[in-house]
Nanobody, 115 residues
């Protein structure tokens, strides 16, 4: 079992920056992939960024503006040059290794980009 808690959301002006944090607890050593997703009102949840031991990948919409990083039980999403279309609920996801790997989700943190 893995538990995830996000923090760092809030209201930010266009062009501003925000750093989201996700704290993992439980079977942290079993996690293979950690990722950030977001869901805007009326839209499907989408991948923002993911990190594994092999590297990082980003959605095209945030490339060059987002950086994902991880320590043992923390994963961060640094977002710069924020746009109104970045407004969404941001979710942390952890996927455990192996053929019986499971996905775990946090409750989400709200990011609003508005002047």
């Amino acid at each position: 079992q893995v538990q995830l808690v996000e923090s760092g959301g809030g209201l930010v002006q266009p062009g501003g920056s925000l750093r989201l944090s996700c704290t993992a607890s439980g079977s942290v050593s079993s996690i293979g992939v950690m990722a950030w997703y977001r869901q805007a009102p009326g839209k499907q949840r989408e991948l923002v960024a993911a990190i594994t031991s092999g590297g990082r990948n980003y959605a095209d919409s945030v490339k060059g503006r987002a950086t994902i990083s991880r320590t043992k039980n923390l994963v961060y999403l640094q977002m710069d040059r924020l746009k109104p279309e970045d407004t969404a609920v941001y979710y942390c996801k952890a996927s455990t290794r192996g053929v019986n790997g499971l996905d775990y989700w946090g409750e989400g943190t709200v990011v609003t980009v508005s002047s």
